[in-house]
Nanobody
Framework: VQLQASGGGLVQAGDSLRLSCATS????????QGWFRQAPGKEREFVAA????????YYADSVKGRFTISRDYAKNTVYLQMNSLKPEDTAVYYC??????????????????????WGQGTQVTVSS
């Protein structure tokens, strides 16, 4: 399984961006997928996740109401729509995936150690 993240860039506070994560492999539809981010000098943190059926989504408190995760099964792609961006959203954003069996409960989607596959990251910079 390979993940390819794209869509990052330099924007101003209040702007929007949509990140994409193209996933190769036939098992996309059975994978839970998430987005994480890492700012300079900080640990990688959870941003959003979606269960393999798409029935449930999870968000970090810091992005709730502003970011939306979605997936297109026909395109094997997961998206992160980011609205009302803030300077504190500046980070490298990573998409990640793992078989649904890796997630025994909702809390596991927030744990980066549960994810087996990672994209290369895409830089998002929000200027004030």
């Amino acid at each position: 399984v390979q993940l390819q993240a794209s869509g990052g860039g330099l924007v101003q506070a209040g702007d929007s961006l949509r990140l994409s994560c193209a996933t190769s492999g036939r098992t996309f539809s059975t994978f839970g997928q998430g987005w994480f981010r890492q700012a300079p000098g900080k640990e990688r943190e959870f941003v959003a996740a979606m269960t393999w059926r798409g029935a449930n989504t999870y968000y970090a408190d810091s992005v709730k109401g502003r970011f939306t995760i979605s997936r297109d099964y026909a395109k094997n792609t997961v998206y992160l729509q980011m609205n009302s961006l803030k300077p504190e959203d500046t980070a490298v954003y990573y998409c990640a995936a793992a078989p649904a069996s890796r997630f025994g409960s909702a809390i596991y989607y927030l744990d980066r150690r549960r994810y087996d596959y990672w994209g290369q990251g895409t830089q998002v910079t929000v200027s004030s």
